[in-house]
């Protein structure tokens, strides 16, 4: 067969194949959405996104089953991660303060018991070992590379108790310094997601490679700002606790839970709780955790609306951002936040941005807090 021959057979394949290709194009009705069913979204754009879900989906599941929330008998809670095949966990020394063995709740709901084997007096950091742990394979430590500005992460954690929760950001500035009695922190990085009580001691993942680059330590009283202690700074302090563990641990350290407490600075309270479960429920729809964000709201709401409802209704809104928010708390252990939300919405097969009003009604079910029920509504544009 002559070149022109194979040309033409080449170009008839091409159509062939091109004609299989359908799109298949998904147009809901936001404003009905918002009055009957689930009020945020996080939907699908196009192949090179859905890609790029996969992708941090991949590295969200992959470390979500190495890290474990930690809880001391005299009331502190944490987060850990497992950095050995020992069953060697790290964590936030300020986590197990004044503890010497602590409970361990897995991603695959046992609760372990585990020994703290070492506890920083100057970093803030520890380990705990947990021998039903060992053997498996850890995560990856990235100790050599240095963050820089810009960098996309991942912290995972147990905020508030909810545990492996997942929140994304970048890292936002480099060098930082804090002086939080007893412990002196230096090139911290500060990262755009927020760190919670509950978060302390979780891993901060290069959002990239999957590498675990540091620790969750603190955040700010106000404003959605962390701070993570690289781990490149504690390993050979780490590594030498799990090749020779303390034989007795300090007395002398202490800390003052007003000024640091568990990830975060000054007390948590309702209200502030209130507004992270709100917050909470709009990262998880965002990072495409439907099925998560759908366990965060109450009995009542649930028995009127279906999973396959709430998640087929959020596959036209690609991003919510929170634009204001606003907390009551009730006499009854309740609060009704408020939400100045702007969702981009798939109109046409263009994205556009359009600002709501979101009210929810929050409180405890079955010792959890959830969302009980939420309405919204459209705000007209001039």
């Given at each position: 067969m002559n070149r022109n021959g194979w040309i033409c057979i080449i170009a008839s394949?091409?159509?062939?194949?091109?004609g299989t290709v359908g799109v298949v194009k998904?147009?809901?009705?936001?404003?009905?959405?918002?009055?009957?069913?689930?009020?945020?979204?996080?939907?699908?754009a196009d192949s090179n996104?859905?890609?790029?879900?996969?992708?941090?989906?991949?590295?969200?599941?992959?470390?979500?089953?190495?890290?474990?929330?930690?809880?001391?008998?005299?009331?502190?809670?944490?987060?850990?991660?497992l950095y050995n095949d020992q069953g060697d966990l790290i964590t936030n020394g300020h986590v197990v303060i004044g503890a010497h063995t602590v409970k361990v709740r897995t991603a695959d709901a046992r609760e372990l018991e585990g020994t703290v084997i070492g506890i920083g007096t100057d970093l803030?950091?520890?380990?705990?070992?947990?021998?039903?742990?060992?053997?498996?394979?850890?995560?990856?430590?990235?100790?050599?590379?240095?963050?820089?500005?810009?960098?996309?992460?991942?912290?995972i954690g147990s905020p508030l108790g909810y545990q492996n929760t997942v929140t994304t950001?970048?890292?936002?500035?480099?060098?930082?310094?804090?002086?939080?009695?007893?412990?002196?922190?230096?090139?911290?990085?500060?990262?755009?997601?927020?760190?919670?009580?509950?978060?302390?001691?979780?891993?901060?993942?290069?959002r990239e490679t999957g590498e675990v680059i540091g620790i969750n330590s603190a955040g700010a009283e106000q404003g959605a700002i962390g701070f993570s202690l690289p781990i490149g700074q504690v390993m050979s302090?780490?590594?030498?606790?799990?090749?020779?563990?303390?034989?007795?641990?300090?007395?002398?350290?202490?800390?003052?839970?007003?000024?640091?407490?568990?990830?975060?600075?000054g007390d948590v309270t309702f209200e502030d709780m209130a507004s992270y479960l709100v917050t909470h429920f709009y990262d998880s729809l965002n990072s495409g955790d439907y099925v998560y964000a759908y366990s965060?709201?109450?009995?009542?709401?649930?028995?009127?609306?279906?999973?396959?409802?709430?998640?087929?209704?959020y596959l036209g809104t690609r991003n919510i951002t929170i634009e204001d928010l606003n907390v009551e708390v009730q006499e009854d252990e309740r609060a009704v936040v408020?939400?100045?939300?702007?969702?981009?919405?798939?109109?046409?097969?263009?994205?556009?941005?359009?600002?709501?009003?979101?009210?929810?009604?929050?409180?405890?079910?079955?010792?959890?807090?959830?969302?009980?029920?939420?309405?919204?509504?459209?705000?007209?544009?001039?």
């Amino acid at each position: 067969m002559n070149r022109n021959g194979w040309i033409c057979i080449i170009a008839s394949l091409l159509v062939l194949l091109g004609g299989t290709v359908g799109v298949v194009k998904i147009h809901n009705d936001v404003p009905n959405r918002l009055t009957n069913g689930p009020l945020l979204a996080q939907p699908t754009a196009d192949s090179n996104a859905a890609a790029t879900d996969k992708t941090l989906k991949d590295i969200i599941f992959a470390t979500q089953k190495l890290v474990v929330m930690i809880e001391t008998d005299n009331g502190l809670m944490g987060s850990g991660f497992l950095y050995n095949d020992q069953g060697d966990l790290i964590t936030n020394g300020h986590v197990v303060i004044g503890a010497h063995t602590v409970k361990v709740r897995t991603a695959d709901a046992r609760e372990l018991e585990g020994t703290v084997i070492g506890i920083g007096t100057d970093l803030d950091v520890a380990v705990v070992r947990v021998p039903e742990l060992s053997g498996m394979k850890p995560l990856a430590m990235e100790t050599e590379h240095v963050g820089e500005i810009g960098d996309e992460v991942i912290a995972i954690g147990s905020p508030l108790g909810y545990q492996n929760t997942v929140t994304t950001g970048i890292i936002s500035g480099v060098g930082r310094v804090l002086d939080i009695d007893p412990y002196s922190y230096k090139d911290m990085y500060q990262i755009s997601a927020p760190i919670a009580h509950g978060n302390s001691g979780g891993p901060l993942v290069d959002r990239e490679t999957g590498e675990v680059i540091g620790i969750n330590s603190a955040g700010a009283e106000q404003g959605a700002i962390g701070f993570s202690l690289p781990i490149g700074q504690v390993m050979s302090l780490v590594e030498g606790w799990s090749a020779s563990p303390m034989t007795e641990l300090p007395h002398n350290i202490a800390m003052d839970s007003d000024v640091f407490q568990e990830g975060s600075v000054g007390d948590v309270t309702f209200e502030d709780m209130a507004s992270y479960l709100v917050t909470h429920f709009y990262d998880s729809l965002n990072s495409g955790d439907y099925v998560y964000a759908y366990s965060l709201i109450g009995s009542t709401w649930i028995a009127s609306t279906s999973y396959e409802t709430f998640r087929e209704g959020y596959l036209g809104t690609r991003n919510i951002t929170i634009e204001d928010l606003n907390v009551e708390v009730q006499e009854d252990e309740r609060a009704v936040v408020t939400a100045y939300i702007t969702a981009q919405e798939r109109v046409d097969g263009a994205f556009v941005d359009t600002p709501y009003k979101v009210v929810y009604t929050v409180g405890y079910e079955n010792d959890q807090l959830k969302l009980l029920s939420g309405k919204g509504q459209r705000i007209a544009q001039k």
